[in-house]
């Protein structure tokens, strides 16, 4: 008969690794790209194929899922806030009904050259690495081991800045915009191939 034997003792520190976080883009990653750049409302939400079970499974291996981007159509007032809420409620939702546990959702909303309320240089405005550090500070996420997922330039170079690994995907703008340079280690079909490599592949797991 097998007898468990519990502790009341907390594991010593450093003796437990640290998470591992995905820094998953949202438009043109996560989400099929409207043509505006941006969902207006809800109903123009759509999640790539395959992309909620492959979240599934990361999340089930061990992984914090961050959600990450700029959304400039509220900094810049072509979006009411109101509308943006109701969209990302709808993005979580959907992502919550799918037994996707999303650890934190970094959105930025503030812009340097933004509407008067909204005009800010935040260390959250991609390619700044505050959301990655933050992460880091609040989770205790390991950057070396983590990966960032995305379809441009901006969310990549921000990774890189923060010591984060990069993926990138040929969904959405697949790094046709050019802003930056980038070299990602991986450059998959999508968000789901990129997952199934870090989950199968040693080396990619390997820090």
């Known amino acids: 008969m097998f007898h468990e034997i519990r502790t009341p003792f907390a594991p010593l520190p450093g003796t437990t690794?640290?998470?591992?976080?995905?820094?998953?883009?949202?438009?043109?990653t996560l989400l099929d790209l409207p043509s505006l750049g941006y969902a207006r409302e809800p109903g123009e939400v759509r999640f790539f194929p395959g992309v909620l079970p492959a979240l599934f499974r990361a999340g089930r291996a061990g992984w914090n899922?961050?959600?990450?981007?700029?959304?400039?159509?509220?900094?810049?007032?072509?979006?009411?806030?109101?509308?943006?809420q109701a969209v990302e409620a709808r993005i979580l939702d959907t992502?919550?009904?799918s037994g996707v546990s999303v650890t934190r959702h970094y959105a930025c909303i503030d812009h340097p050259e933004g509407i008067p309320e909204r005009r800010n240089d935040s260390v959250y405005l991609l390619p700044n690495t505050g959301a990655f550090y933050h992460a880091a500070?609040?989770?205790?996420?390991?950057?070396g081991r983590s990966w960032v997922i995305g379809d441009s330039t901006i969310e990549l170079v921000a990774g890189w800045r923060a010591g984060v690994r990069i993926a990138a995907v040929r969904t959405g703008l697949a790094l046709g915009d050019r802003t930056f340079g980038v070299d990602p280690e991986m450059f998959e079909p999508d968000l789901s191939a990129v997952v199934d490599t870090l989950l199968g592949t040693r080396e990619a797991l390997s820090a």
């Open 17 to 28: 690794p640290r998470p591992r976080g995905l820094f998953v883009d949202r438009w043109g």
């Open 95 to 97: 992502l919550a009904s």
């Open 137 to 143: 500070h609040v989770e205790g996420v390991e950057l």
């Open 65 to 84: 899922i961050y959600l990450l981007g700029n959304e400039e159509a509220v900094a810049r007032g072509t979006l009411a806030l109101d509308a943006w």
